[in-house]
Antibody
Framework: QVQLVESGGGLVKPGGSLRLSCAASGFTFSDFHMTWIRQAPGKGLEWVSLISNSGLNIDYADSVRGRFTISRDNAKNFLYLQMNSLRVDDTAMYYC????????WGQGTLVTVSS | DIQMTQSPSSLSASVGDRVTITCRASQGISSDLAWYQQKPGTVPKLLIYAASTLQSGVPSRFSGSGSGTDFTLTISSLQPEDVATYYCLKYNSAPWTFGQGTKVDIK
């Protein structure tokens, strides 16, 4: 069955960096667009970034453009999100999700940005 | 960027009631609109995509309609297990945008 497992979250100071990973299994990873979506504690859902199945087309929310970089490794079935210059308002659960729209989601990894 | 306005922000209804949630796009998005259900402490679940196509396994009491700028999620007969927050998502082009969410509970 489809599985998406995020990792790499944690506590980081403002201005710091983290790299999130999402391990995909149970489907042909290279066939699907992949997305990162986040949810701040007690808040709604926010789309963060999208990468096409080939990796050639990438988009970002304005709130993260220039600070976050999405990438994928279709040989290893991994999706990544490199997050730099982290801010307190980046604190959220980060989900990786498959497809357009996103029909399968991982369980999320929590990123906390705090001094 | 296209904005999505979802209403109401919350509602309370009785078991068996018909419930309607709306999403309005600031510009036309064709039928590239999805609806998600998120129960407390869980991952969002896709209910409807392409505005009106029911995701496999979703109960038939859920339905979606609309195209262009105005969209509706309807629960034909509210059940206790439908207590959740519902979000619309426009995905026609980047940036994708979620609605603000509608919290549904039982009166």
């Amino acid at each position: 069955q489809v599985q998406l497992v995020e990792s790499g979250g944690g506590l980081v100071k403002p201005g710091g960096s983290l790299r999130l990973s999402c391990a995909a299994s149970g489907f042909t990873f290279s066939d699907f667009h992949m997305t990162w979506i986040r949810q701040a504690p007690g808040k709604g859902l926010e789309w963060v970034s999208l990468i096409s199945n080939s990796g050639l087309n990438i988009d970002y929310a304005d709130s993260v453009r220039g600070r976050f970089t999405i990438s994928r490794d279709n040989a290893k079935n991994f999706l990544y999100l490199q997050m730099n210059s982290l801010r307190v308002d980046d604190t959220a659960m980060y989900y990786c999700a498959r497809g357009r729209p996103t029909g399968h989601w991982g369980q999320g990894t929590l990123v906390t940005v705090s001094s | 960027d296209i904005q999505m306005t979802q209403s109401p922000s919350s509602l309370s209804a009785s078991v068996g009631d018909r419930v309607t949630i709306t999403c309005r796009a600031s510009q036309g998005i064709s039928s590239d609109l999805a609806w998600y259900q998120q129960k407390p402490g869980t991952v969002p679940k896709l209910l409807i995509y392409a505005a009106s196509t029911l995701q496999s396994g979703v109960p038939s009491r859920f339905s979606g309609s609309g195209s262009g700028t105005d969209f509706t999620l309807t629960i034909s007969s509210l059940q206790p297990e439908d207590v959740a927050t519902y979000y619309c998502l426009k995905y026609n082009s980047a940036p994708w945008t979620f609605g603000q969410g509608t919290k549904v509970d039982i009166k």
